[in-house]
């Protein structure tokens, strides 16, 4: 298992390139096995959670190869399970019931990670689909669903789920007749599948908002399609160069997807400037100053900003809060952070921030992807020497994070533990 070795106290500078969206390149990906014919995805980044992906459209009858950040596939003859030992690693892999279903009439998908339904996220996706005709089993942990062939219906979601929206847009894109949904994500990945498939001949109208209009065709065909940058990566990138209080250059950084997150992050006196070039420049302005954020569904604060903020509020003078209304248990990272100097305060679902003048390197462990991300940043500006186990989260939605870092001069390096 791997660790990463951080002596912090560097202040970045250089230029550090974007990689394409992993919470867009995975369900793209399992659109694929909507496509009669071959697809070529381009800026696909290399990360466990796509190969992962690869390895299941595999199984499932759909011929793929990926190098160099372009994504082939071509299916060729559809099967309709998909076994636990690809699906307990990842949740998304859920998102394969929408296209089994609407071309097979039939899915048994293990349940994502051994999780009973119940209150999860996946209930949702389920509920969605019944409505449109398919029904649901659970049989000795799979989710097993059948339909007669998708009809199209009104659905209203309880709560805009991105998961849920996605794998109602690949179900609907083949249905028969229109399918209305309403409440849904708005999220800039959604808008991405949508384009994939509307480049791929499917009728879709309003992606973007929360009603989305989709008239179903008969079939997909293949197309040829980039996947957008990954805006959390940016993201976390921002908060590197205003923590390390350093000067880092963004080649590829969705400005217009992160607007939010900007807005945050000059009001705690981080400056970012769109260059002539394309690029964007983040630096200080002065010291960095506390703030407070509440996380909402697109276009509200990014719950998967969430922690890399935190880590740039436990060095900004006074103090800040983080309300978290996505999900309930995210702020494990917190007592990683205590580990290492951070003052917060933790009350239900918000975590009262106190800067301190500076952190301090300490062994600690992630806890899930953005979590590793928090605790990478704390430890690029903490005195001294971090340890940072269990990183395998980190390599799931961060593609050569140490290499980029090392590249604008952070002293990091892997090592096996």
Do not use: W
Not at 87 to 94: G, I, L, P
């Amino acid at each position: 298992m791997d660790k990463l070795i951080i002596e912090g106290g560097v202040p970045l500078k250089g230029t550090i390139k974007v990689s394409g969206s992993k919470n867009a390149a995975l369900p793209i990906l399992t659109a694929c096995l909507l496509a009669k014919g071959p697809v070529r995805l381009t800026n696909v980044p290399h990360l466990r959670d796509i190969s992962t992906t690869l390895k299941l459209l595999n199984i499932l009858g759909c011929e793929t190869t990926f190098e160099n950040g372009v994504v082939t596939a071509q299916v060729k003859e559809l099967k309709p399970e998909a076994p636990y030992d690809l699906v307990k690693t990842m949740r998304a892999s859920v998102l394969c019931l929408g296209p089994l279903l609407g071309l097979l009439g039939e899915a048994k998908v293990a349940l994502p990670g051994g999780c009973a339904i119940g209150a999860r996220p996946v209930d949702l996706h389920l509920k969605a689909l019944e409505r449109m005709g398919a029904r649901f089993i659970l049989d000795s942990g799979y989710i097993h669903g059948i339909s007669g062939g998708l009809v199209g219906a009104r659905i209203m979601f309880d709560f805009p789920t991105v998961g849920g929206t996605e794998n109602l847009l690949m179900a609907a894109s083949v249905a028969k007749g229109c399918t209305i949904l309403e409440n849904c994500a708005r999220e800039p990945e959604v808008v991405d599948l949508a384009n994939f498939l509307i480049a791929c001949g499917a009728r879709i109208q309003g992606a973007g908002t929360s009603v989305i209009e989709v008239e179903g065709v008969r079939q997909l065909n293949g197309c040829e399609y980039a996947v957008m940058p990954d805006r959390i990566e940016a993201g976390t990138y921002l908060v590197a160069g205003a923590i390390t209080d350093g000067e880092i250059y963004l080649e590829g950084c969705p400005v217009a997807e992160l607007d939010v997150l900007i807005t945050k992050l000059r009001e705690m006196n981080v400056g970012i400037e769109e260059q002539t070039d394309g690029t964007v420049l983040v630096r200080r302005n002065g010291p960095l100053m506390g703030v407070d954020v509440v996380t909402q569904p697109h276009p509200g604060f990014p719950t998967d900003m969430q922690a890399q903020v935190m880590a740039l509020m436990c060095v900004a003078e006074g103090s800040s809060s983080i309300q978290e209304k996505i999900f309930e248990n995210r702020f494990m990272h917190v007592s990683e952070l205590a580990r290492m100097g951070a003052r917060i305060t933790l009350k239900d679902r918000t975590a009262m921030v106190r800067g301190v003048e500076h952190l301090e390197g300490a062994p600690v462990m992630a806890s899930d992807l953005r979590a590793s991300a928090s605790l990478v940043l704390a430890a690029l500006v903490a005195k001294g020497t971090t340890e940072i186990q269990r990183i395998y989260h980190l390599d799931r939605g961060y593609e050569r994070m140490e290499e980029k870092l090392s590249a604008v001069g952070a002293r990091i390096r892997r090592e096996q533990e």
